[in-house]
């Protein structure tokens, strides 16, 4: 199968003149879960930005597996970067109203979504009353509604208790699991 995304020989200087990525090959086949490690500073997150969109590379190719596939992605950040005033329902249901669905079946799925990540019961919750574990299952039941084919992740657990990261580690893996995205 041809690969989601494919990069040839990419780099990227950022503005400042720090070359934060040279010569990246890398396949992304779709339906994998691939994970990048590496020291803080060495181009995690300017590679996941590049994917997104967010970033141009400085040299090399982006190949992407059908023209659609590019935007057809979720982003999840270290911060949830929930919005405040909104409860745990409205945050999710966002991303599929501003694709043009009607309100009342974007709160259905959204509804759904938030089952699916271990929130029920949480939907007219605000993110203040949630812990940063819940937080963070809001942010990526927001990354998933859309069900997109790249869900990109930047150290999504990073600024959690370890038995919070371990028990959301297993969730996202059931997730993918029984829905087959990329990750
Ligand atoms: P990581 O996510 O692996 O910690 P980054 O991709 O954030 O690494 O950063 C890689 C390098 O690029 C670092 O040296 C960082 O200082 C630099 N860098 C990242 N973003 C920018 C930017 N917007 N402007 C200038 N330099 C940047
Ligand atoms: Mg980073």
């Known amino acids: 199968m041809t690969p989601l995304v494919a990069l040839r ?5 950022h503005a400042g003149g ?12 779709q339906g994998d879960f ?4 590496g020291p803080s500073g060495c181009g995690k997150s300017t590679l996941l930005r590049m994917l997104a969109g967010l970033d141009a590379p400085s040299a090399g190719t982006l190949a992407w597996a059908a023209v659609d596939a590019r935007s057809d992605l979720g982003f999840v950040f270290q911060e949830p970067t929930l919005m405040p005033w909104a409860s745990a329902l409205r945050n999710v249901a966002l991303p599929l109203e501003l694709a043009g669905m009607k309100r009342r079946e974007a709160e259905d799925r959204a509804a ?5 990540v271990g929130l029920k019961g949480f939907e007219r919750a605000y993110p203040r009353a949630l812990s940063g574990g819940m937080k963070m ?3 990526i039941a927001r990354a998933l509604v ?3 084919r790249l869900l990109l992740m930047d150290e999504p657990f990073a600024a959690l208790d370890e038995i919070t990261r371990f028990r959301l580690n297993d969730d996202l893996r059931q997730l993918w699991q029984a829905e087959r995205f990329t990750v």
């Open 9 to 13: 020989g990419v780099a990227k200087r």
């Open 18 to 29: 720090t070359l934060a990525l040279d010569g990246i090959d890398l396949a992304v086949g």
């Open 34 to 37: 691939l994970a990048l490690l």
């Open 112 to 116: 759904e979504w938030l089952a699916r």
């Open 137 to 139: 299952r809001v942010s």
């Open 146 to 148: 859309t069900h997109p």
